[in-house]
């Protein structure tokens, strides 16, 4: 049964461009399940993605809450911009106008909370990874390296209102997600693609002079260079983690 009082259970979900996965949580982190992960479906539009979470979710053990973690700029639970779910097979395929038209200010918070019955959070990928592992203790930049690229940034452990720096011009053509995405490290190489993703660090931290980074997600652990004595290679675990910690931020 689900917890009641101060320890309710979290069912934590990461979205991603290649997969969407999710556990059951008490309030110590503690798994009570095994992580269950599923491949994204595609075409994606938002009623879809509901139904998937919501068909993971009823494998899992009851819980009192959710939290949410998915490509994108988010405002509050509302889709702003999201890269991958506006395409027609995945990642790198045609944008399809209807699904850029569903998703653009699309309520995904009230949508899920609907569908599951319990109190929702939706936010970034990357913020709900990076509340996994940041201290909150001054600027803490959060990068995950998976499909595309994610970005957080952290100030003493409050996210701060959401920046898709990974949209930025990168060496004058094309993005930094085109440059430090998936698709460009199979192409490359892992030593030339890690060599993009440290000169990526050196202009993000001329930009936000950040006391701490942290590198997570499923590529991480691919990188061939060292990105300095201020970063941490973070289990990419903590895109589950961070559901329950988001939760003790009074707002975000």
Same mark, same amino acid.
């Given at each position: 049964?689900?917890?009641?009082?101060?320890?309710?259970?979290?069912?934590?979900?990461?979205?991603?461009?290649?997969?969407?996965?999710?556990?059951?949580?008490?309030?110590?982190?503690?798994?009570?399940?095994?992580?269950?992960?599923?491949?994204?479906?595609?075409?994606?539009?938002?009623?879809?993605?509901?139904?998937?979470?919501?068909?993971?979710?009823?494998?899992?053990?009851?819980?009192?809450? $959710?939290?949410? %973690? +998915? &490509?994108?700029?988010?405002?509050?639970?509302?889709? @702003?911009?999201?890269?991958?779910? /506006? *395409?027609? !097979?995945?990642?790198?395929?045609?944008?399809?106008?209807?699904?850029?038209?569903?998703?653009?200010?699309?309520?995904?918070?009230?949508?899920?909370? $609907?569908?599951? %019955? +319990? &109190?929702?959070?939706?936010?970034?990928?990357?913020? @709900?990874?990076?509340?996994?592992? /940041? *201290?909150? !203790?001054?600027?803490?930049?959060?990068?995950?390296?998976?499909?595309?690229?994610?970005?957080?940034?952290?100030?003493?452990?409050?996210?701060?209102?959401?920046?898709?720096?990974?949209?930025?011009?990168?060496?004058?053509?094309?993005?930094?997600?085109?440059?430090?995405?998936?698709?460009?490290?199979?192409?490359?190489?892992?030593?030339?693609?890690?060599?993009?993703?440290?000169?990526?660090?050196?202009?993000?931290?001329?930009?936000?002079?950040?006391?701490?980074?942290?590198?997570?997600?499923?590529?991480?652990?691919?990188?061939?260079?060292?990105?300095?004595?201020?970063?941490?290679?973070?289990?990419?675990?903590?895109?589950?983690?961070?559901?329950?910690?988001?939760?003790?931020?009074?707002?975000?």
């Amino acid at each position: 049964m689900p917890s009641a009082g101060s320890d309710p259970f979290t069912l934590a979900v990461d979205c991603g461009g290649g997969g969407i996965k999710a556990s059951v949580l008490d309030a110590a982190g503690t798994l009570h399940a095994p992580a269950v992960r599923v491949p994204t479906p595609y075409p994606l539009p938002p009623e879809r993605l509901v139904a998937t979470i919501a068909d993971i979710a009823a494998g899992l053990p009851p819980a009192d809450r $959710a939290t949410v %973690g +998915m &490509p994108g700029m988010l405002r509050h639970g509302v889709v @702003v911009a999201t890269p991958h779910y /506006v *395409t027609r !097979s995945g990642p790198r395929t045609a944008i399809d106008p209807d699904l850029v038209a569903a998703w653009s200010g699309c309520d995904i918070r009230a949508a899920v909370e $609907a569908r599951l %019955g +319990m &109190p929702t959070l939706v936010l970034n990928d990357a913020e @709900v990874h990076g509340a996994g592992v /940041v *201290t909150g !203790s001054g600027v803490e930049l959060v990068l995950t390296l998976g499909t595309g690229l994610g970005t957080a940034v952290f100030q003493d452990g409050v996210p701060m209102p959401h920046l898709e720096l990974a949209l930025m011009p990168f060496h004058g053509k094309g993005t930094f997600q085109d440059h430090l995405g998936n698709a460009t490290r199979r192409r490359i190489g892992n030593r030339g693609w890690s060599k993009r993703v440290l000169e990526a660090v050196e202009m993000f931290d001329g930009l936000l002079h950040f006391d701490h980074l942290y590198v997570g997600g499923g590529n991480a652990k691919k990188l061939k260079v060292d990105l300095g004595h201020r970063a941490t290679i973070v289990d990419n675990a903590a895109g589950i983690l961070g559901g329950i910690r988001l939760w003790d931020i009074a707002e975000i």
